[in-house]
């Protein structure tokens, strides 16, 4: 389990200092602001969205590592994504942050955003996470 929460450690402080798909998406259909005023993250997200389908997605924003991890595996794990999908991935992943713990199945859909997982022993922490999610929902 430590090798796991290391590795997850990890991966929070790489997408966190090289956040993917970071910039503003010329050809974007939609694009939304979000603000976290408790901790002063930023996160504006853009979408590509055709026939339902979540074509492109980058985002732009500063904040702690915990909100630009989460914004930069927001935009891995969305692409391509329907938007009942996204609502289906959303709240498995709300769970995740606000109980901290899911079923195998669910743990699984979630593949790298179990990482975040850890933000549960943080209550003040949880709104970090959860910025980009909440922005996204908004945005859909
Ligand atoms: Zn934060």
């Not at 993917?20 to 694009?31: I, Q, W, Y």
């Not at 976290?36 to 997200?45: A, E, F, H, I, R």
């Not at 904040?63 to 991890?69: D, F, N, P």
């Amino acid at each position: 389990m430590s090798d796991l929460r290391e590795l997850y450690q990890e991966l929070i402080i790489d997408h966190g200092r090289h956040p993917r798909n970071f910039g503003k998406l010329n050809d974007a259909t939609c694009h939304k602001e979000g603000y976290n005023p408790l901790c002063g993250d930023k996160v504006t997200l853009y979408l590509l969205e055709k026939n339902g389908v979540v074509e492109k997605i980058q985002f732009e924003g500063s904040g702690c590592a915990i909100s630009m991890a989460s914004a930069s595996l927001l935009t891995e794990c969305l692409k391509g994504k329907t938007k009942p999908e996204f609502e289906e991935i959303f709240n498995a992943f709300h769970q995740l942050v606000t109980i901290g713990n899911l079923s195998e199945d669910l743990t699984l859909k979630l593949g790298k955003l179990a990482a975040l997982a850890g933000v549960f022993e943080y209550p003040a922490r949880v709104k970090c996470a959860t910025l980009a999610w909440h922005t996204m929902k908004e945005a859909l």
